[in-house]
């Protein structure tokens, strides 16, 4: 099994920054055994949806809405993920979920979820 803890939301202006964190621990197996990491978002009323992931190697993936004001980056040794969330918008409003899966299984596992709210 492996715990991912998110850090870093809150509330900020259009035009902002934050950095999401999100760190992951459990047993040594099973955080050798995670490949992609990553962000998903869930705005009220809206479906969950992927943000950005990042693999072990450090391949990146996007959605277009994001791209190049969102960077994911990883830092393997401390187990941990990044988004770094530049020129937010109003609508980047949601809660951000951090999401690891086991490259074995596929098994995915999620974080409690962080609040990020951007006021125009």
């Known amino acids: 099994q492996v715990q991912l803890v998110e850090s870093g939301g809150g509330l900020v202006q259009a035009g902002g920054s934050l950095r999401l964190s999100c760190a992951a621990s459990?047993?040594?197996?099973?955080?050798?055994?995670?490949?992609?990491m990553g962000w998903y978002r869930q705005a009220p009323g809206k479906q969950r949806e992927l943000v950005a992931t990042i693999t072990n190697g450090g391949r990146t993936n996007y959605v277009d809405s994001v791209k190049g004001r969102f960077t994911v980056s990883r830092d393997n040794a401390k187990n941990t993920v990044y988004l770094q969330m530049n020129s937010l918008k109003p609508e980047d409003t949601a809660v951000y979920y951090c999401n690891a899966v086991d490259r074995y299984t596929s098994s995915d596992y999620w974080g409690q979820g962080t609040q990020v709210t951007v006021s125009s």
């Open positions: 459990g047993s040594n197996r099973s955080i050798k055994n995670i490949n992609a």
